[in-house]
């Protein structure tokens, strides 16, 4: 079982709609978790942290569920600027190596 | 604007020639940088960390005398594939992790395509 997956997609949504994604983990350890968004052929770039409580960045909103091991992103009122490849990404409890999702795609069309 | 830089952005060179790429930590001393290969619409990968002044622990299936990683700074740390292949080819990209903000900055990546 990989350490981290995600529900490659693609989202294919209209501006202006919401769009939400999970993403889940295996180690049960894990203690931080983040959101990057990746662009073609670019490098990923950090959108959010996790935390424990959900929180919120504008238009985006992540939550944490501990016990089901996941997390999610939910994208509301999108931007065709959205478009992109989100990566769901955990970190250990020992150490600061990132495990990486594969990516779930999401295309905001006009 | 980039906290870490990483060149070369893009190389082609034939089978068999080896091929450097460095990452440097612009703003902040990086203890510890990262080294990730990325196949196409597949996850980063985890190849090595790398430790200023030690070592580099390599994750398991990386061959440590093809990816020769040397760490010699606070702000540089290099990855150089030895007698490169064309399944060597692929999108590096390069990390630094800064420990007072609990994150890894990435570098823009290097396309290697090996002919």
């Known amino acids: 079982r990989k350490e981290v997956e995600q529900d490659p997609g693609p989202f294919n949504v209209p501006e202006g709609a919401t769009v939400a994604f999970n993403c889940t983990y295996s180690n049960s350890a894990s203690q931080s978790f983040f959101w990057y968004r990746q662009d073609c052929r670019k490098e990923p770039k950090l959108l959010m942290s996790v935390y424990s409580s959900g929180n919120e960045d504008g238009r985006f909103t992540a939550q944490l569920n501990r016990a089901s091991q996941y997390i999610s992103l939910l994208i509301r009122d999108s931007k065709l600027s959205d478009s992109a490849t989100y990566l769901c990404?955990?970190?250990?409890?020992?150490?600061?190596?990132?495990?990486f999702g594969a990516g779930t795609t999401v295309t905001v069309r006009a | 604007g980039a906290v870490v830089s990483q060149h070369p952005s893009w190389v082609i060179c034939k089978s068999g020639t080896s091929v450097k790429i460095e990452c440097r930590s612009l703003d902040f001393q990086a203890t510890t940088m990262f080294w990730y290969r990325q196949f196409p619409k597949q996850s980063l990968m985890l190849m090595a960390t790398?430790?200023?002044?030690?070592?580099?622990?390599?994750e398991q299936g990386v061959e440590k005398d093809k990816f020769l990683i040397n760490h010699a700074s606070l702000t540089l740390s290099t990855l150089t594939v030895t007698s490169a292949h064309p399944e060597d080819s692929s999108f590096y990209i390069c990390?630094?992790?800064?420990?007072?903000?609990?994150?890894?900055?990435f570098g823009a990546g290097t396309r290697l395509s090996v002919l």
């Open positions: 790398s430790n200023e002044g030690s070592k580099a622990t390599y």
């Open positions: 990390s630094a992790y800064l420990l007072a903000k609990n994150i890894q900055y």
């Open positions: 990404v955990v970190i250990g409890s020992n150490d600061y190596k990132l495990s």
